[in-house]
């Protein structure tokens, strides 16, 4: 099956709970390594439903802000808080997908039934959910030998596996052709219409306008604007969100 034949298994998972982890509110978020300030006097909140695009040029701290959501690293100073919920719960209803793809050296479906094994989900859901992503036809052979878009659409079988409320996508179509992206696309969108929070980063404006519900504009450090797709595009607040939109270089 091609890249761009993508079946939609409907009864792939059960139905979505609601988010016990959101809202979230992120009050004063720094990070520094040594005397680095990479990130600093960051704040935002994010509702239960809908597709946050997270968009800044290179070097503006949008990965690792996804990690430190993520709780893979910590911050220097400020809070993030999952209403109330401690670090480890919170780590346990999230899913981080990164740009390149972190696969076991194992077959397809043994790289989806080792996460449903680990967090003690129903291990029967491995057909579905690579059906649900169109691999489920090479099931049995190594991860390794999948292409990029392949890849990246068993990583996102693996994600979902977890049954997160919380996606996270650090830019997971870069450098795919345009029929793996628009596969992984339905795959976001559809996890989103069943209730997963999706925070995915990119610099494809065209992706931005097709998924966001709002626009987190990340520029020197800081939140530079947050505001609704259908706010931001046509009418940008910031100088930084206005130069990088017409193509000119912010740092």
Request: aromatic share 4%; glycine share 8%; net charge positive.
């Amino acid at each position: 099956m091609s890249d761009a034949a993508l079946p939609l298994a409907r009864d792939m998972a059960p139905p979505a709970r609601p988010a016990a982890i959101l809202p979230l509110a992120v009050r004063d978020l720094g990070l520094r390594f040594g005397r680095t300030t990479v990130l600093e006097g960051v704040n935002f909140d994010l509702q239960p439903a809908g597709c946050t695009m997270v968009m800044g040029p290179n070097g503006a701290g949008k990965s690792l802000l996804l990690k430190l959501l993520h709780g893979l690293i910590a911050p220097t100073s400020g809070t993030i808080d999952w209403r109330g919920q401690g670090a480890p719960d919170v780590t346990a209803r999230q899913a981080l997908v990164f740009q390149k793809p972190v696969l076991l050296r194992r077959s397809v479906a043994a790289n989806v039934d080792f996460v449903l094994k680990v967090r003690g989900k129903d291990r029967t859901r491995g057909t579905a959910l690579l059906e649900h992503v169109g691999l489920a036809h090479k099931a049995d052979q190594p991860a390794r030998l999948l292409s990029g878009g392949e890849a990246q659409r068993l990583a996102l079988a693996r994600a979902l596996a977890a049954d997160p409320e919380v996606l996270f996508l650090d830019e997971p179509t870069a450098s795919l052709d345009p029929a793996s992206v628009l596969a992984i696309e339905e795959i976001v969108r559809d996890a989103s219409t069943r209730g997963v929070r999706i925070v995915f980063v990119t610099h494809d404006m065209g992706q931005a306008r097709r998924m966001a519900d709002d626009i987190l504009f990340l520029s020197g450090g800081g939140i530079a604007e947050h505001s609704r797709a259908a706010d931001f595009f046509p009418k940008p607040q910031s100088q930084a969100a206005r130069d990088y939109l017409n193509g000119r270089l912010v740092v």
